[in-house]
């Protein structure tokens, strides 16, 4: 049994989720409007969830998915480090997937910095392949893999 619950995203989170960005990507942390962008720009594209334990925001994650039958994009998973590699990060990814087979996304996309071997290998493990690299993404030296993982009826059964 898990000691944390998964829920949508409010806009009471917003400060509790600034901190964890700012924490766990220092070195290019999205500002507080770029997040209340995402979650209130065009909500019904958007999808976002926190992960709380006793009480607090441990993790969050989120989905732009434009329309039904389009790929989905997963814009973010993150959990605050001294939860990584508990299960967390997988709890969230497998509800991302959830979401985005509700919306009949035929695939779904995102972008993970090149060595960040523990987030590469979960997103493996859900079926996702590098299909590119972006240069320089995450700023200089720092470069992306996209990868890419087809939808099917068992997509969030990991």
């Not at 508990?86 to 509700?102: D, P, S, T, V």
């Not at 590469?120 to 493990?125: M, T």
Request: proline share 4%; aromatic share 8%; glycine share 6%.
């Amino acid at each position: 049994m898990s000691d944390y619950t998964l829920r949508e995203m409010r806009a009471a989170d917003l400060a509790a989720v600034y901190q964890i960005e700012c924490d766990v990507y220092q070195i290019d942390p999205w500002s507080k409007e770029q997040i209340a962008s995402e979650l209130f720009g065009v909500p019904e594209t958007r999808y976002y969830i926190v992960v709380e334990s006793g009480g607090e925001i441990i993790g969050y994650a989120g989905l732009f998915s434009p329309s039904s039958g389009v790929e989905a994009d997963i814009q973010t998973v993150t959990v605050v480090k001294q939860r990584q590699n508990q299960g967390i990060g997988r709890a969230l990814l497998a509800n991302l997937l959830e979401e985005a087979a509700r919306r009949a996304a035929p695939a779904v996309l995102l972008e993970v910095r090149v060595g960040n071997d523990s987030a590469i290998h979960l997103y493996e493990s859900f079926g996702f392949v590098e299909i590119a690299r972006r240069p320089n993404y995450y700023g200089r030296d720092l470069h992306a893999l996209v990868m890419r993982k087809p939808m099917t009826e068992s997509a969030a059964v990991q």
